[in-house]
């Protein structure tokens, strides 16, 4: 089967760079040189993977992913020439799934939709049956992918819903590493996967725990995982 992969980049020489390099790869490109025709043909083609660029003419890279992912949960890999700490942060906490600094390779690129299509295939084949789950404080609506904290609405990134949904599938159960990169990353993110799934264990405790130092449901089992309490 053929993937569609949405590429919204400005830079001509870069939209033909990844044309050539991705369409004898099982995958349909489609390009947009702008944000607001990004959008459009986003609604339009629904693709499995879309590339962003940060930098359009009209639109900042970051304004299109939120306004995708107010309808969308579609992997997105940001593009971008982009590199300090604190834009990849932003860039994520509004939705991107990945980020990719100009300029790259493109065996690395499409490692990383190898990834993002992977991790797609794996959280449907493995949806959460319930349509709602509750725990003390802690309510997660799976028909809606919406988190409520004492009947407050909270806002999780993607990475950290899949992150809670996985720790839900297996809830009372310790969740290892390495379910954690096969589950939530879809894989292959290296050495340092421990330390990364720490960080964003710590941004979702921030969101979900009374006091983040002291977790009552998402309990760190050292040197395996970790494990969601049941009441």
């Known amino acids: 089967m053929k993937y569609t992969i949405l590429v919204i980049e400005d830079e001509k020489p870069v939209r033909k760079f990844l044309l050539t390099g991705l369409s004898g790869n099982d995958f349909k490109i ?6 607001s025709e ?33 309808w969308s949960h579609a992997s997105i890999i940001v593009i971008s ?10 860039a994520l906490d509004a939705g991107a799934d990945d980020y990719l600094t100009k300029p790259f390779g493109m ?3 499409q490692a990383r939709i190898r990834v993002a299509l992977r991790r797609n295939s794996l959280i449907q084949t493995t949806q959460i049956e319930n349509t709602a789950f509750e725990q003390s404080f802690l ?13 407050e609405k909270i806002h999780l990134t993607p990475i950290e819903y899949r992150l809670l ?14 379910q954690l990169l096969e589950e939530v990353w879809g894989g292959e993110k290296g050495e340092d996967f421990n330390q990364y799934a720490r960080v964003y264990m710590a941004h979702l405790r921030r969101k979900i725990e009374p006091d983040p130092a002291h977790p009552k449901i998402l309990i760190t089992e050292v040197g395996v995982g970790y494990r969601l309490i049941t009441d």
């Not at 599938?169 to 290892?176: D, Q, R």
């Open 81 to 90: 020439a982009r590199w300090k700490e604190n834009e990849k942060v932003a």
């Open 38 to 70: 990004g959008l459009s043909l986003a609604s339009q083609f629904l693709p499995d993977v879309m590339l962003i660029d940060l930098g359009l003419p009209d639109i900042d890279g970051i304004e299109i992913i939120k306004k995708i992912r107010e």
């Open 165 to 178: 949904s996985v720790m839900i599938k297996y809830a009372g159960k310790v969740v290892t590493h390495k």
């Open 139 to 151: 309510k997660v609506d799976f028909a809606s992918r919406t988190v409520f904290i004492k009947n």
């Open 30 to 35: 489609i390009e947009a040189a702008t944000g």
């Open 107 to 109: 065996s690395e690129l």
